[in-house]
């Protein structure tokens, strides 16, 4: 089932971990339960050696666990993206190393930069996989025209998967902005409701902004081929499969 209720670090521990051994009964066929594996149930301690939380905000944090389940949730996680992007109001920084987008993601964009929201995106110039990236950044171009700024991350493959939203609300999770991942694979992510910890995030885009390179129209010409750039329209017709 979905979970997408605000709750407290606790209860949002157990929640990943409800999800964790119900993936491992799937795969192992164990049907590991109990109250000793979950956080305040009992006196077990399975977080033991965890550092403690140290922002300014600790203990007072709202987080939302949305799971995304074939035939079940399938749009979970799609609908949120799309939700907060509409709803931002001042700034969206986004990390993501699959950036295929669907029509509404795109749109949704292009939407936030035209109303004046300062929409940034950091890509990695490297990938593991062929075609993807093309297409991403074919997107990442488009977007450029249309207000967004685009960041283009040099020293390695960048494999983060955040969104940050007016500096209040964050997600991190396993979710990618491509087809495959919101439309078919399992994916979790969790949404925190906390300026504190998406600062903390904000920090993290801010200071790696100095191994990246920033997207313009000379750079887009002189970066792609005219046969990458084919690549990305090939991959943008194909992106509903990627």
């Known amino acids: 089932m979905a979970r997408y209720a605000l709750q407290d670090r606790s209860d949002a521990v157990n929640t990943l971990q ?4 119900q993936m491992w009964y799937k795969v192992s066929g164990q049907n590991i339960h109990g109250a000793k594996y979950y956080r305040g149930i009992s006196n077990a301690d399975y977080v033991k ?11 007072h944090k709202m987080v939302g666990i949305i799971d995304r389940e074939p035939h079940v949730s399938k749009d979970i996680i799609r609908t949120f993206y799309e939700k907060a992007i509409d709803d931002a109001q001042d700034s969206i920084k986004i990390i993501n ?24 995106i950091m890509l990695s110039v490297k990938s593991d996989i062929p075609l993807t990236p093309d297409c991403g950044y074919y997107n990442a171009h488009k977007l450029m025209k249309n207000g967004c700024t685009i960041w283009l991350f040099k020293p390695g493959f960048h494999h983060t998967k955040i969104i940050l939203v007016d500096g209040k609300i964050c997600t991190v999770g396993s979710a990618n902005l491509n087809a495959r991942s919101l439309r078919w694979d ?9 300026k504190e910890t998406t600062k903390k995030l904000d920090n993290l885009f801010e200071s790696q902004k100095r191994e990246c390179f920033k997207l313009t129209e000379e750079k887009w010409k002189e970066w792609r081929t005219p046969w990458q750039r084919f690549k990305g329209w090939l991959g943008f017709l194909l992106s509903p499969f990627l």
């Open 49 to 59: 050696g965890l550092k403690s939380d140290t922002c300014h905000s600790a203990n």
């Open 186 to 194: 399992r994916e979790v992510n969790a949404v925190i409701i906390d």
């Open 18 to 21: 409800k999800i964790f051994l």
């Open 97 to 120: 190393p699959y950036f295929t987008l669907n029509p509404r993601l795109r749109r949704a964009l292009k939407n936030a930069a035209k109303r004046g929201v300062k929409v940034e």
